[in-house]
Nanobody, 124 residues
Framework: QVQLVESGGGLVQPGGSLRLSCKVSEFTLNYYAIAWFRQAPGKEREGVLC????????DYADSVKGRFTISRDNAKNMVYLQMNSLKPEDTAVYYCAAGLICAVPGASGDFSSWGRGTQVTVSS
């Protein structure tokens, strides 16, 4: 089973930036698509971005277009979520998840392995 561990969350002011990291268990990253999801208090979990094994990306959330980017470093078994121009509505627990492809529209059920999440809070 794929193991994933998120890091990099924290408190940031509106307009600031954070980079989240997802460490994926060794020898497995090359074969999987990795997505970032987020869940705000009282809301359903939503897909944010996905990157497949070829490095192609899929947008899941219109609200982050132009502000968030996803990337991967297979040599380091890492996937990153760069978040710029953060807004209070970006506050959520962010999860990375592994699946076979970047399924559209990116439902949670399409991804079989999940990390425990990292909290991102955008507030002044």
């Amino acid at each position: 089973q794929v193991q994933l561990v998120e890091s990099g969350g924290g408190l940031v002011q509106p307009g600031g930036s954070l980079r989240l990291s997802c460490k994926v268990s060794e020898f497995t990253l090359n074969y999987y698509a990795i997505a970032w999801f987020r869940q705000a208090p009282g809301k359903e979990r939503e897909g944010v971005l996905c990157i497949d094994s070829d490095g192609d990306t899929t947008d899941y959330a219109d609200s982050v277009k132009g502000r968030f980017t996803i990337s991967r470093d297979n040599a380091k078994n890492m996937v990153y979520l760069q978040m710029n121009s953060l807004k209070p509505e970006d506050t959520a627990v962010y999860y990375c998840a592994a699946g076979l492809i970047c399924a559209v529209p990116g439902a949670s059920g399409d991804f079989s392995s999940w990390g425990r999440g990292t909290q991102v809070t955008v507030s002044s």
